[in-house]
Structure formats: C-alpha cells, structure tokens
C-alpha cells in the first residue's frame, strides 16, 4: 500500500526537500505541498492524504491549528506528523493535544524521515524519547496548576500501571518484562485502557499521564 503524504512548509527549500525524499520510495507518495496551514488544510480535505507533514509555525494558519483541523475533518483518517526544532519545544504539548500523532526534527536524517512517515502511518504515535519524551515532561510541568480533565477512576491497578509506563517511554516489549507478562496481555491491558478513558493512541495516553499527576515533569521510575 502507497502512503499518501501532504507535505506543508512555508520554506520551500525544505518543502521541495523532504517531498523529493518521500519520492524516492516505493511505498510513498506526496500527493500535494502547501505554502501554509490555509493550504494545507484545504489540500488535505481534497486530496486526503494518510499523512500531512505539517511545520509547526507557518503563515495565516499555524500548523497546531492545521492539524486540530485536518485531524478533525478526516476523523482522524490523516494523521499529522509535525515538523519542529528544538527553538519551538513549547509547541510540542499543544501540538499533542490538538491531535498531532509525532514530530520530526527539521534536521533529520533521511532514514529518521522514512521511518516516521511510515511509523504514523500505521496508526502509531511517534514518541521518539530523545524528541517527545523529554518535551512533554518539561512543558507538562507548566500546566501542574491545571485540573486534571479525567480522573482514573475505573481503571483496575494494572491498566493504571501501564498508563504510567507508557508515559515514561516504554514499548510493549519493555512494559511485558518489566510486569512478567505476555505481550498479547500488554496489548489487552492497552486497549482496555484506551477503550476506558477514550485515547486515540499512545501520544494521548502520556498526555494523560502527566494531566492526572501519574509522572511527575522530570522524573524517572524505577
């Protein structure tokens, strides 16, 4: 299956650029570019594209706002990957929280660039711990004064337990052996987790965490 990509930056030097990588593959295609996040939204409700890689700051419409309303318009069927430097970190939360399912630093390299693409793609969250891990926690900490949205009520132990180390970066496999468990039994505890506090994927799910308390901004379990 051909991945279907929506490439947006202001910057044409690194629209042309990432859209002349994505070209070279198989299994990827970009279907349209667009100047800014008016562009991008448009484009993306014409062309629908799997994947809108979105920069995080561009003219007449930001690319938080572009993906809130991509994401919302496809009902998730785009997913938005965003474009970002370490100079724009305060964005990487709100970008999360307006659906964003990953970031990709504007300096990375080619095979970084394929693997996210095809890694939100497939319906997963790019949480690159040396990218995402570190942002949420720090401007997390921000927002501590904050009401927690949701609580966690209803969640048994062990589901609130896997909320808290899917926060802390851990994949499947970690979280199987860091709880004796079977990886099918992880995937249970997920969906049910999910199911009970209505996540889309593992980007809203450590949002929560750090929402609820569960992680603390800055700090690490055992």
């Known amino acids: 299956m051909v991945i279907r990509v929506l490439v947006a930056d202001d910057q044409a030097v690194v629209r ?3 859209s002349g990588l994505l070209n070279t593959q198989d299994d990827i295609e970009v279907v349209g570019e667009a100047e800014d996040g008016e562009q991008a939204v448009l484009g993306a409700a014409e062309l629908r ?11 007449r419409l930001g690319g938080i706002d572009a993906a809130r309303e ?4 496809s009902n998730g069927a785009t997913r938005a990957l965003m474009l970002t430097t370490f ?3 305060e964005y990487v939360y709100d970008a999360l929280t307006a659906g ?13 660039l394929l693997h996210a693409v095809r890694v939100v793609a497939e319906g997963h969250a790019l949480l690159a711990p040396e990218i995402t891990g570190r942002l949420i926690a720090e401007f997390a900490r921000q927002r501590v004064s904050a009401p927690p949205k949701r609580s966690i009520e209803g969640l048994t132990a062990r589901e609130a337990e896997v909320l808290v180390l899917i926060a802390r970066g851990l994949s499947n496999a970690d979280i199987a052996d860091r ?3 079977t990886d099918h ?18 980007a809203q799910a450590v949002i929560l965490a750090y929402e609820l308390g569960l992680v603390v901004a800055g700090t690490s379990g055992p």
Do not use: Q, Y
């Open 185 to 202: 039994t992880v995937k249970t505890h997920i969906n049910r987790l999910f199911a009970k506090m209505g996540l889309r994927d593992r």
């Open 49 to 59: 594209p799997d994947v809108a890689l979105l920069d995080i700051r561009m003219p």
């Open 100 to 112: 964003a399912s990953g970031f990709l630093l504007k300096d990375a390299t080619f095979p970084e």
């Open 70 to 73: 991509i994401v919302a318009a």
């Open 87 to 89: 100079g724009l970190d």
């Open 179 to 181: 709880l004796t468990i």
């Open 16 to 18: 042309t650029a990432f």
